[in-house]
Nanobody, 124 residues
Framework: QVQLVESGGGLVQAGGSLRLSCAAS????????MAWFRQAPGKEREFVAA????????DYADSVKGRFTISRDNAKNTMYLQMASLKVEDTAVYYC?????????????????WGQGTQVTVSS
C-alpha cells in the first residue's frame, strides 16, 4: 500500500512558476514509477508527466514539454513537478499517481495509487 500527499499548489499569474511535491509513504516507493495528472473543471483527467522508479526516464505531455520538469528523490520518498511559464490553461487540480506500468503510463486507469490532489490556478 502507498499513500500519496500533494502540496505546493496555489494561485499564480500567467508566466509564473510553482513547484508541486508529492510525499509518499508505504511500501517500496523507490521501486515504483510515478506520474502527475491534472483535471480541469468539466474535463477528463489528463496525463502531465511520468518518471521511472530510478528517475532515468521521463515522459511529458506535449502541452507541458519544455515548461514542466518532473523529478524524484527516493531518499526523501518525494516526487516533484517544477512548473514554469504557466498558462491560464494549466489551471486544474493536479494529482500524483504511483504504481503504474511504464509502457502505458499516459492512461490514468493504469495507476494503482492516487493522492487527493492540489489546486493550481493561473490568472491572466
Amino acid at each position: 500500500q502507498v499513500q500519496l500527499v500533494e502540496s505546493g499548489g496555489g494561485l499564480v499569474q500567467a508566466g509564473g512558476s510553482l513547484r508541486l511535491s508529492c510525499a509518499a509513504s508505504g511500501r517500496a516507493f523507490g521501486w515504483r514509477h510515478m506520474a502527475w495528472f491534472r483535471q480541469a473543471p468539466g474535463k477528463e483527467r489528463e496525463f502531465v508527466a511520468a518518471i521511472t522508479w530510478s528517475g532515468g526516464s521521463k515522459d511529458y505531455a506535449d502541452s507541458v514539454k519544455g515548461r514542466f520538469t518532473i523529478s524524484r528523490d527516493n531518499a526523501k520518498n518525494t516526487m516533484y513537478l517544477q512548473m514554469a511559464s504557466l498558462k491560464v490553461e494549466d489551471t486544474a487540480v493536479y494529482y500524483c499517481a504511483a504504481g503504474g506500468p511504464w509502457s502505458d503510463n499516459r492512461s490514468s486507469r493504469q495507476w494503482a495509487y492516487w493522492g487527493q490532489g492540489t489546486q493550481v490556478t493561473v490568472s491572466s
